[in-house]
């Protein structure tokens, strides 16, 4: 069964930057990756995806501040977060796109 590790979060004041890490071990093959975040009390949202030809869709509250990538054909994917805002605060967890796998999250907290 295929697990995914989540890194990288952590506090940062708002306009600082973040980089996630999603790392993916097992035998199997990952055709699309997303990352969600959950804040307390809020719905989980799909905040980013990329798929194996490179394309990426973001959701648009992170448009242009946000980064998904793969790093170098790996089962490692990243998150560039960056002009971080207050309302980025939440638990990020990646994830196959179709919600079966998931990490344990890592918290990111932004702070003014």
């Known amino acids: 069964q295929p697990q995914l590790a989540e890194s990288g979060g952590g506090s940062v004041q708002a306009g600082g930057s973040l980089r996630l890490t999603c790392v993916a071990s097992?035998?199997?093959?990952?055709?699309?990756l997303s990352w969600f975040r959950q804040a307390p009390g809020q719905k989980r949202q799909r905040v980013a995806d990329i798929y194996t030809d490179g394309k990426t869709s973001y959701a648009d509250d992170v448009k242009g501040r946000f980064t998904i990538s793969r790093e170098n054909g790996e089962d490692v994917w990243s998150l560039q977060m960056n002009s971080l805002k207050l309302e980025d605060t939440a638990m990020y967890y990646c994830s196959d796109c179709s919600g079966t796998y998931w990490g344990q999250g890592t918290q990111v907290n932004v702070s003014s």
């Open positions: 097992g035998n199997w093959r990952m055709y699309c």
